[in-house]
């Protein structure tokens, strides 16, 4: 099944790097002086330790990537058998067929068939690529069906754990077998790793089909690689607590990478962090530890008989429109919410929004975020409420004549539940701008109250007189259930009431107060819980009818 599995890496008796127009399947040769390079690069390889490595079922770019050769081309090539016969100089035809019958390709011990370009799909299906420019052009392909507005691209690799192990495994057997030979220091430190070989093989050929550049960008392409059948760390490989350690690592790409270290165990095991090394770890210019023992090198490798299973994804990091939202209904809540199987409102603004943006990005889904919220009861009016959608793997990145489109359409709704107001693209850091904002925000009111006395002239100049009320609140009885019985200090920092003509007992209060205010339960007291309150302070009864918040005081997506 090896030989079947590598036939693909190879082609039919030619070393030559083949490239992919983007406008077509023209394979492009290259000249004699690149061949040429490609000889001397081979032939400067010590032979016998090339030799060793090819009978322990390490591949061509891998022998590469642990002697340093880092030619871009070298890893894109379709390398053939006659490669190495000039490596080992085997030079005359039947020397070569010996060879190449000698060296039938099998699965890579170190990098698990990654830089052999073969795979299991999604659907298990055994893949087999010649060279880079195969799996660039299957991978570019892949991400012309997601169809995604592309100025720029991303690469991410993750790859197995147990490729640093075997890796390792290799190198030490290298230094234990090869180090006190002159060129042993200097090719194994300039060892290229796996991903960065991939990358060197794909990243090229990936610019020309798409026609864009790579590097830092918004649209990543992820490849991860994952053992068909994962490995079982060997014994050997314990630290002094007798067990192996791993821990998880962030990464700038967003990936986590695992870090292994083998450590001694007291038999005169080494040290094999696969980290960066530093001056205090005690590893040599070859990155390997100084004290390692034979027993630490598990050299030779197993067989490996099936390669990575590959898993690909395309997507755009996520996008963000801000606005101010108002809403003109008391039967709307602000989410999407459902008690027992039943809708409770009519509507909601999340998916007021968010439905009429999400379609516009040809996103996956999308996040309805708001700074603070109103009950389901409470209109929003005035300047309206910050908010922001997240959208999820966008396929477009609309235009702000489209924006702005969007915007209109949703303020003509003939229901008329909902406003928008500002709405625009915006950048993640607007995201932090609306949090730092919102703990300092104040809010306005307007109240419907009733209290159980006529309203009299004294009652007008006592609520206006005060002035930065400090007040508290326990959890108010009607959120118990979800919220934590605590006592939560605010601040009140004018009120003033507006008579209603021909009316004695109702009337409008104007306040304004700090962010988290409760302002139900301070109108009519909650049973005791926020004191003081409307009713305490008229020395009355008093209960809110209806509750409108008239201002959000934040600098957020304000018109210019």
């Known amino acids: 099944m090896s030989s ?11 070393d030559a790097v083949q490239v992919i127009s983007p406008n077509d399947d023209h394979r492009v040769t290259p000249g004699d002086d690149e061949r040429r390079h490609l000889n001397d690069a081979v032939r400067s390889l010590p032979s016998h330790a090339v030799k060793d490595l090819l009978s322990a079922g390490v591949c061509i770019r891998c022998i590469f990537r642990l002697f340093g050769i880092s030619d871009h081309a070298y890893f894109r090539s379709s390398l053939s058998p006659s490669v190495m016969c000039n490596i080992l100089g085997e030079g005359d035809s039947s020397s070569s067929e010996s060879m190449e019958s000698e060296l039938k390709p099998e699965v890579c011990r170190i990098c698990l068939g990654i830089l052999q370009f073969i795979y299991r799909d999604e659907k298990e299906m055994l893949v087999k690529r010649k060279n880079g420019d195969e799996l660039a052009a299957s991978i570019a392909e892949l991400t012309r069906q997601e169809g995604h507005q592309i100025d720029g691209f991303s690469l991410e690799v993750s790859i197995p754990p147990i490729i640093f192990e ?15 030979e002159l060129w042993f220091q200097e090719r194994l430190s300039e060892c290229i790793s796996t991903k960065d070989a991939l990358k060197f093989a794909i990243v090229n050929p990936l610019e020309i089909i798409l026609d864009v550049k790579s590097g830092p960008s918004y649209v990543r392409i992820r490849l991860t690689y994952t053992e068909t059948k994962p490995s079982i760390i060997p014994s050997k490989s314990v ?11 962030g990464t700038n790409n967003g990936l986590d990478t695992v870090h292994v270290e083998l450590v001694g165990n007291g038999t005169g095991c080494c040290d094999l962090s696969l980290g960066q090394g530093s001056p205090a770890s005690g590893r040599s210019s070859t990155g390997l530890a100084e004290h390692e023992s034979s027993e630490c ?23 963000y429109f801000g606005g101010r939202y108002l809403k003109f209904s008391r039967n709307v809540s602000q989410t999407r919410w459902i008690i027992d199987d039943e809708r409770m409102g009519e509507a909601s603004i999340e998916e007021i929004i968010g439905g009429n943006i999400l379609p516009m990005c040809q996103g ?11 009950d389901i009861d409470v209109r929003m009016l005035g300047s309206g409420r910050p908010f922001l959608v997240e959208v999820q793997n966008a396929r477009k990145v609309p235009s702000e004549a489209l924006v ?16 928008v107001k500002n709405l625009s693209l915006v950048t993640s850091h607007s995201w932090d701008l609306m949090r730092e904002g919102e703990a300092e925000k104040q809010k306005q009111y307007s109240a419907l109250v009733w209290i159980s006395r006529p309203l009299e002239d004294e009652d007008l100049q006592c609520i206006a007189s005060h002035k930065d009320l400090q007040i508290l609140q326990r959890t108010p009885v009607r959120v118990l259930h979800r919220r934590s019985p605590l006592e939560r200090g605010k601040i009140i920092h004018w009120m003033k009431i507006e008579q209603i003509t021909g009316s004695s007992q109702y009337f409008l209060l ?12 301070f109108v009519h007291g909650d ?12 020395r009355c009864r008093a209960e809110i009818l209806q509750l409108d918040v008239t201002d959000v005081k934040m600098d957020c997506f304000l018109a210019e």
């Open 4 to 14: 079947e599995t590598e036939a693909a890496q190879f082609s039919n008796g030619t």
């Open 166 to 180: 075997n890796e390792q495994a290799v190198r030490l057997y290298m230094k234990k077998k090869y180090g006190s």
């Open 239 to 249: 630290d002094r607590n007798g067990g192996s350690k791993r821990r998880k690592t």
């Open 297 to 319: 090198s598990n050299f030779p490798l197993e067989r490996v008989n099936e390669p990575c299973h590959l898993v690909f994804l395309c997507y755009r990091t996520p996008i």
């Open 364 to 374: 996956d889904s999308y996040k309805f975020h708001a700074a603070g919220r109103e």
């Open 404 to 419: 702005k489109e969007i915007e209109t359409r949703m303020n003509n709704l003939g229901n008329k539940l909902v406003g």
């Open 510 to 521: 104007h306040l304004c107060t700090q962010a988290g205010t409760y302002i139900k339960e």
């Open 527 to 538: 049973l005791g819980r926020t004191h003081p309150s409307i009713g305490s302070i008229l």
